[in-house]
Structures are given as C-alpha cells and as structure tokens.
Nanobody, 114 residues
C-alpha cells in the first residue's frame, strides 16, 4: 500500500524559509520520479517541483524557479522541498506524489503572512 506523509509546513513571514519532507513507503521509491504539488484555496492543484528517480534532474515552473529546491534521499525513502524567499502567494497545502502512482498524502499547510 502506497503511503506518503508530508510534514514541515507552518506559518512564516514573507521572505522566510521552510523545508518540507515527504516520507514514502509501499513502493520501490528510487524507481519513481517524485513531484511536489500545491493547492491554494479556490485554485487548481499545480506542480511546483519534479525530481527524477536518481535525483539527477530537477525541474520547476517559473513562479518558484530559483526559490524552491527539490531533493531526495533514496536511502530514507524521503523527498524534500526547500523553500526560500517565500511570498504570500506561496500559501497553499503542499503535497508530494510519485509519478504514475495515484496515491496522495494528506498534505501540509504552508502559510506565508506578516
């Protein structure tokens, strides 16, 4: 059974930083690319970071490029999202997901506000 458990969210002031973690189990983690998504109130869920199975390639959409960094530790079955220079528009629930698997975790709330 695929399980994804996100953690590390919280409230931070604009310009601050947070690091999210996603602990995965129930599938061969290193065989799967992983993504972080976010969903703000009233908006569709969107991808914010992608990493290949071995962690050699990462991609980001323009709104977070240069501010967010995705990484993974295959020995720990964990994927991370380092978020710097946070903006109010980054406020959302953040989720991780394995590419081509249908399971989602519960997400972790990130609130950027002064």
């Amino acid at each position: 059974q695929v399980q994804l458990v996100e953690s590390g969210g919280g409230r931070v002031q604009p310009g601050g930083s947070l690091t999210l973690s996603c602990a995965a189990s129930g599938f061969p983690f290193s065989n799967y690319a992983m993504r972080w998504y976010r969903q703000a109130p009233g908006k569709e869920r969107e991808v914010v970071a992608h990493i290949t199975g071995r962690g050699t390639i990462t991609t980001y959409p323009d709104p977070v490029k240069g501010r967010f960094t995705i990484s993974r530790d295959n020995a720990k079955n964990t994927v991370y999202l380092q978020m710097n220079s946070l903006k109010p528009e980054d406020t959302a629930v953040y989720y991780c997901k394995a590419l081509n698997l249908d399971s989602w975790g519960q997400g972790t709330q990130v609130t950027v506000s002064s």
